[in-house]
């Protein structure tokens, strides 16, 4: 049975009944709920002298988001039974609850908050600080949960393999883009391999967010947030640490544009290296990740970080199905860096090297 579709009036109704909203504030005139439509349903319910909230729910035909939505619930539901994963606890939002059978998520409203995209485009610097926060909360988060992994219940996780490392194989589900993009990744047999490789070597060694990137991690009042755990899995943490390097790469290449004076470069990687250098000690360190070893994770990461890039691609053709300058940059970038990641390596750890063509 499909779950009925929410509403701004029903929702209200709903979170009276639940006794989240006092009826006086709704006849008061003090509630408002703003739609905020992603992946999902979403709402801001705002009341004013009150607490707030953000609820997610299904967007109407989009059954197949059940499944992300439960998973979602169930990070959050681990967080609070486990006691050993505090550094998980302190960058989720407050769960209120989740409903099963409304598919309906209720969460603390983050009056507020900015995303490190956001950070970035308002101050037109790298904000290396929030970088480096982000790096140390991951790793913390990493390191908490490999050590609480023998108590987890493995149902609770799905193990999927991420499905970027598999693009060079895609089905006619994905439509033109998805075929226009494996026509590109097969003309150069070094996607495939790598691809092929990274999929191979998956292990569902740790839980991991599954969709990290900045506009995931949010600064409220000077601490980090960290949202949208809906493809929280079993799986390798350093995806995580991937997905924000591979941001740093995407700004780098869609803030690349063509005018009659030439190249110009809003977001230079030199000047967003900073910030990504922060984001990688910072995480090494809090990971415990050792001395004579960062390397190597870091290679594996920037491996990540290129597959990453793919499905950036991907998205984009889907989006404007043509082949534009930053299309062709992004691919330029993951086939580099996938050819010898080791320049990435360095080109992070100070010493100099070139990623893009």
């Keep these: 049975m499909n779950a009925p579709t929410t509403t701004s009036n029903d929702l209200v109704h709903y979170l009276v009944e639940r006794g989240l909203v006092e009826r006086s504030t ?7 709920v703003l739609p905020t439509a992603r992946r999902n349903n979403n709402f801001s319910v705002i009341c004013r002298g009150a607490a707030s909230y953000f609820v997610k ?8 988001a059940v499944e992300t939505l439960r998973q979602e619930a169930a990070l959050y539901g ?6 050993a994963l505090a550094p998980l606890r302190d960058v989720l939002p407050a769960f209120y609850f989740f409903d099963p059978q409304r598919s309906l998520l209720v969460l603390e409203h983050l009056d507020g908050a900015k995303t490190i995209s956001e950070l ?6 790298s904000a290396a600080w929030a970088a480096e926060m982000a790096g140390r909360a991951l ?10 992994l023998p108590r987890i219940d ?4 799905r193990r999927q393999t991420p499905w970027a490392l598999s693009l060079h194989q895609i089905t006619p589900s994905f439509g033109q883009p998805g075929m226009q993009l494996q026509t590109l990744l097969l003309t150069y047999p070094e996607y495939a391999i790598a691809l092929d490789a990274m999929r191979a070597a998956w292990q569902p060694i740790n839980v991991i967010h599954g969709d990290m990137k900045f506009d995931n991690c949010l600064i409220v009042n000077g601490a980090l947030k960290i949202v949208d755990w809906e493809l929280a899995d079993l799986g390798d943490d350093l995806w995580d640490a991937a997905g924000i390097l591979q941001n740093y790469l995407f700004w780098s290449a869609v803030s690349t544009q063509s005018t009659a004076a030439g190249w110009t470069v809003s977001m230079p ?32 990461c920037a491996s990540y970080a290129a597959a990453r890039l793919l499905q950036s691609t991907m998205e984009m053709l889907v989006v404007t199905p043509v082949m534009s300058t930053q299309v062709a940059l992004l691919l330029q970038t993951s086939l580099n860096i996938l050819r010898d990641p080791t320049d990435t390596v360095r080109l992070v750890t100070g010493e100099e090297a070139a990623v893009h063509a």
């Design 26 to 32: 709704v006849v008061g005139g003090r509630v408002m």
């Design 57 to 64: 729910s299904l967007l109407p035909g989009a059954a197949q």
């Design 78 to 83: 681990l967080a609070q039974s486990e006691p």
């Design 120 to 125: 970035h485009t308002q101050n037109g610097v």
């Design 139 to 148: 790793g913390s988060i990493h390191r908490a949960t490999a050590e609480a």
């Design 154 to 157: 493995p149902a609770t996780f």
């Design 269 to 300: 990687f030199e000047t967003l290296l900073p910030s990504l250098r922060g984001f990688w000690n910072a995480y090494a360190e809090s990971r415990g990740i050792a001395e004579d070893d960062r390397a190597a994770q870091l290679q594996r």
